[in-house]
C-alpha cells in the first residue's frame, strides 16, 4: 500500500530553533497539502501544492513559516522562529490528480512540542 | 470563523447499534463532502463522500445523507463494531476551488 511518509515523527524543542517537517507525497501524486491539527480548531489547511508550485498558503503565518517542494518527492514545512504556540500535530497529504475533491490521503504527522 | 461544524465532540454507542454523526456547515459554496476517520497516533483516512447533487451514499456499512436546504450532512453507521472507535471528520470543498475545510471531530467510543 503507497503511504504518505512524514519525518519526524515526534520533534520536541526549544522556543526560538528553527524547525523543519518533511513529507514524502504517494508516487505519482500532483498535490500536496499542509495541515495542522489543534485541539480547538481542529484540522486546518496551511498551504496546498499542485505540481510543485504552491496554490495557496493563506492559511499560514507567513512571517515564520514556509513551505517548499524542493523535488516531486519532497515537501518541506519550516518554522523559524518556533514558538510554544506552534505545538500541533502537523500532517501533510497528497491527492492523485487534477479534482481537487478527490481524497487526500495523509501521513501519520509530525507531533511538534515547542517548550 | 468555523464554516463546517460538529457540535458533538464524543459519542458513546453500544456495539450492533447505529451510530449518527452529524455536521452543519455555512458555507453555501460547499458542493462536495467528505467524511474521514482518524485512529490515534495516525493520520486520516478517507471514509465515504458525497456530492451535493446526491442526497444519499452508501458504502458497506456506512452511509452519508445530505440536507442542502438544512446545510446539514450526517455519517450513519449500522451495525457499529467496536473497530469503529475513532475521531471522525467531516470536510467539505467548495467545487471551484480547493481548499479542504474540516470540522473540529467527533470522538466515536463503540462500546461492547
Redesign the interface.
Same mark, same amino acid.
Given at each position: 500500500d503507497a503511504r504518505?511518509t512524514q519525518t519526524p515523527r515526534h520533534k520536541v524543542t526549544e522556543m526560538g530553533q528553527e524547525v523543519t517537517m518533511r513529507c514524502q507525497p504517494i508516487l505519482g501524486h500532483n498535490?500536496v497539502?499542509w495541515?495542522r491539527q489543534t485541539m480547538?480548531?481542529?484540522?486546518?489547511?496551511l498551504a496546498?501544492f499542485?505540481n510543485r508550485a504552491p496554490? /495557496?498558503d493563506s492559511g499560514m503565518p507567513k512571517d515564520r513559516f514556509s513551505a517548499e517542494m524542493p523535488d516531486a518527492t519532497l515537501a518541506t514545512l519550516k518554522i523559524q522562529p518556533s514558538e510554544p504556540r506552534d505545538s500541533a500535530v502537523y500532517?501533510c497529504?497528497s491527492g492523485p490528480g487534477a479534482l481537487?475533491?478527490q481524497?487526500?490521503?495523509?501521513? /501519520?504527522?509530525t507531533r511538534l512540542s515547542i517548550l | 470563523d468555523q464554516q463546517v461544524k460538529q457540535n458533538s465532540p464524543s459519542l458513546s454507542v453500544q456495539e450492533g447499534r447505529i451510530s449518527i454523526l452529524n455536521c452543519d456547515y455555512t458555507n453555501s459554496m460547499f458542493d462536495y463532502f467528505l467524511w474521514y476517520k482518524k485512529y490515534p497516533a495516525e493520520g486520516p483516512t478517507f471514509l465515504i463522500s458525497i456530492s451535493s447533487i446526491k442526497d444519499k451514499n452508501e458504502d458497506g456499512r456506512f452511509t452519508v445523507f445530505l440536507n442542502k436546504s438544512a446545510k446539514h450532512l450526517s455519517l450513519h453507521i449500522v451495525p457499529s463494531q467496536p473497530g469503529d472507535s475513532a475521531v471522525y471528520f467531516c470536510a467539505a470543498i467548495p467545487g471551484t476551488a480547493s481548499k479542504l475545510t474540516f470540522g473540529t471531530g467527533t470522538r466515536l467510543q463503540v462500546t461492547l
Open positions: 504518505v498535490t497539502f495541515y480547538m480548531q481542529g484540522l486546518e489547511l496546498y499542485r496554490l /495557496d500532517f497529504a481537487d475533491n481524497p487526500q490521503h495523509f501521513g /501519520d504527522g | -
